[in-house]
Structure formats: structure tokens, C-alpha cells
């Protein structure tokens, strides 16, 4: 049974920086992972990503911003990190951590590619 539960989330001005966290069961080093967000009126976009191997991929508008990391990846219990800094208005939104039980070489990023969530943090970004 996979669970996932963020936390982190909260208000910050233009330039900030805020750390997410996804506190994560029954998910092991045969899943890839990554970090959505969705703001009001608009789809829910992915925004960084580790497949299997621990490789990361980003969506460009986060490229050089945002860093995804995990720590205890082997084991059934682990948390997966969103370091988001130089924040913009444009990064307010609901942000979801996900995870799909993937292949080797994998790299999904969009959203009917991921099978588990949890229920989201709210980041808002101010000027």
C-alpha cells in the first residue's frame, strides 16, 4: 500500500526560497517519483522527477531553481525533497507529490503516467 503526505508548504515573497517535504510508504527503488503542482484554473503540470537510477529531470520553467532529492530510497519508508528557491509569483499553486511503479530507463512526466499522490501543500508566492 503506497502512502504519500506533503508538508512544507506556506506564503514566502518574490525571491524566497521554501523546502517541500513527501513523507512516503510502500514506495521503493522500483518507482519513479516526482513533484506536480496545479493553480487555480489551470491543468496539474509536472514539475521535477526522479526515475529509477536517480536521475533527475526538470520542467524548464523550474530548470536552475528547483532541486528534487530523496533520501532512504531503498527502503519502504522515505521522504522526497522540493528545494525551491528564486520563487516567482507564476510557482503559487498546490503542489503534489506522485509516484508509478516504472521500468529501468523510464522517465515519465505527465500525469496519467502516475498512479499514487498525496493530498497536496499549498505554496503561494508574493510580491
Known amino acids: 500500500q503506497v502512502r504519500l503526505v506533503e508538508s512544507g508548504g506556506g506564503s514566502v515573497q518574490v525571491g524566497g526560497s521554501l523546502t517541500l517535504f513527501c513523507q512516503g510508504s510502500?514506495?521503493?527503488?522500483?518507482?519513479?517519483v516526482g513533484w506536480f503542482r496545479q493553480a487555480p484554473g489551470k491543468e496539474r503540470e509536472g514539475v521535477a522527477f526522479i526515475s529509477r537510477g536517480d536521475n533527475e529531470y526538470y520542467d524548464d520553467s523550474v530548470k536552475g531553481r528547483f532541486t528534487i532529492s530523496q533520501s532512504n530510497a531503498d527502503n519502504v519508508e522515505n521522504m522526497l525533497y522540493l528545494q525551491m528557491n528564486s520563487l516567482k509569483p507564476e510557482d503559487t499553486a498546490m503542489y503534489y507529490c506522485?509516484?508509478?511503479?516504472?521500468?529501468?530507463?523510464?522517465?515519465?512526466?505527465?500525469?496519467?503516467?502516475?498512479?499514487?499522490w498525496g493530498q497536496g501543500t499549498q505554496v503561494t508566492v508574493s510580491s
Open positions: 510502500g514506495v521503493t527503488f522500483l518507482y519513479c
Open positions: 506522485a509516484a508509478v511503479s516504472c521500468a529501468w530507463g523510464a522517465r515519465p512526466r505527465e500525469r496519467e503516467e502516475f498512479n499514487f
